[in-house]
């Protein structure tokens, strides 16, 4: 599990796909969260920022997004944070995971602080399920990291590793790996 927050838990509060607001049915396009207890929000993967604004004027749909970031991804994705109350990074810097990208808040269409992730393809247009980034499933809910995730997130910081869901999933497959994670992670601390 990644979570686009400095801290364990997130809440996940709107899921990505059909949902129903204000009584208008919609195409959820991503993930809405709330990171629990911490409100800095941080890179899930490095790459370029390719965006960094707020647009004011209504007639551009983009509004709607407030505050955001779009970062692409070594792989070609397009990562978008959205609705924050500030930015901490400007177009055309580079970013590793774990970087603050900016602070949660209820810029644009946005009824409460929270952060809209969205993933789309190379193609910049279609829309992915942020669970095959995060890993954090696509259904409303609260959800913690594990002691592993936070030793690989170390790691990763610290550019000792660069493929966080790779070890991730490696870790899921083999127990030993934890232990070993565990030990290189307090070694680098
Ligand atoms: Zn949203």
Redesign the pocket.
Known sequence: MIIPFNCDSVRVT?RFGTRTLNGKTEN?????MVGVGLWDIVAVEGGTVVQSRIVTDKSNTTWQWGNYVCIKTAAGQYHYY??MASRAVVKGQTVKAGDKLGVMGNTGY?FGA?L???VRKSDGKTKVSPETVLGIPNKTGTYTRSALESDLDVLVKKGIINSPMYWKQKAAQVQYLEDFIHNVAEAVK
């Open positions: 709107s959820h396009g991503g993930y809405d959205c609705h946005s929270h809209h992730f969205e």
